[in-house]
T-cell receptor, first 119, second 115 residues
Framework: DGGITQSPKYLFRKEGQNVTLSCEQN?????MYWYRQDPGQGLRLIYYSQIVNDFQKGDIAEGYSVSREKKESFPLTVTSAQKNPTAFYLC??????????????????FGPGTRLTVT | KQEVTQIPAALSVPEGENLVLNCSFT??????LQWFRQDPGKGLTSLLL?????REQTSGRLNASLDKSSGRSTLYIAASQPGDSATYLCAVLNAGGTSYGKLTFGQGTILTVHP
């Protein structure tokens, strides 16, 4: 089965602790994304990576960090500096990387999400 | 900066009605527009993708149109069913400037179809 996996589905942490959310894809996609969703809200982009060993900040990167050492993996660390970490986190990937000039759909696929609760 | 707006924010209809969800975006420099469905507590399921060179896409009872020059897309759902109840999100893959390669989402339309 090809797809995106996120683990765990639910995560609970104490305030002040760093926590790392896993995202793995076996779709051979170049680009990967992390989004955050709060109740009743749309998705906001945290970080994205269009190729291995490279990533860019999204709209709300403060308090988060990422790495992209392997094409199939894009872990997100929520640090203690993130003021409101409780949220639903979604990982996504798409083909094409940074070469969007090629004629292709560049459809984005999403994982099932991780719900993080920090108390 | 790209902004995506969806109208209405919520919609409640009786089963069997045809309905239209609207999406507008401010920057026409896009590669594609995707419509997603999200069930409560779940991830996103892609419904339709329209490339910037296309005008519409159809899948079953769903039809999505794109007018890139005016920055608008509509999702038409025919003969709605209670199983269509979900949040519908539109998103654009940006092609311009500092937003290159980023997917920008609207806030979503919460659809309820009652029997």
């Amino acid at each position: 089965d090809g797809g995106i996996t996120q683990s765990p589905k639910y995560l609970f942490r104490k305030e002040g602790q760093n926590v790392t959310l896993s995202c793995e894809q076996n779709l051979n996609h170049d680009a990967m994304y992390w989004y955050r969703q709060d109740p009743g809200q749309g998705l906001r982009l945290i970080y994205y990576s269009q190729i291995v060993n490279d990533f860019q900040k999204g709209d709300i990167a403060e308090g988060y960090s990422v790495s992209r050492e392997k094409k199939e993996s894009f872990p997100l660390t929520v640090t203690s500096a993130q003021k409101n970490p409780t949220a639903f986190y979604l990982c996504a990937s798409r083909p094409g990387g940074g070469r969007l000039g090629l004629p292709a759909p560049y459809e984005q696929y999403f994982g099932p999400g991780t719900r993080l609760t920090v108390t | 900066k790209q902004e995506v707006t969806q109208i209405p924010a919520a919609l409640s209809v009786p089963e069997g009605e045809n309905l239209v969800l609207n999406c507008s975006f401010t920057d026409s420099a896009i590669y594609n527009l995707q419509w997603f469905r999200q069930d409560p507590g779940k991830g996103l399921t892609s419904l339709l993708l329209i490339q910037s060179s296309q005008r519409e896409q159809t899948s079953g009872r769903l039809n999505a149109s794109l007018d890139k020059s005016s920055g608008r897309s509509t999702l038409y759902i025919a003969a709605s069913q209670p199983g269509d109840s979900a949040t519908y999100l539109c998103a654009v893959l940006n092609a311009g400037g500092t937003s290159y390669g980023k997917l920008t989402f609207g806030q979503g339309t919460i659809l309820t179809v009652h029997p």
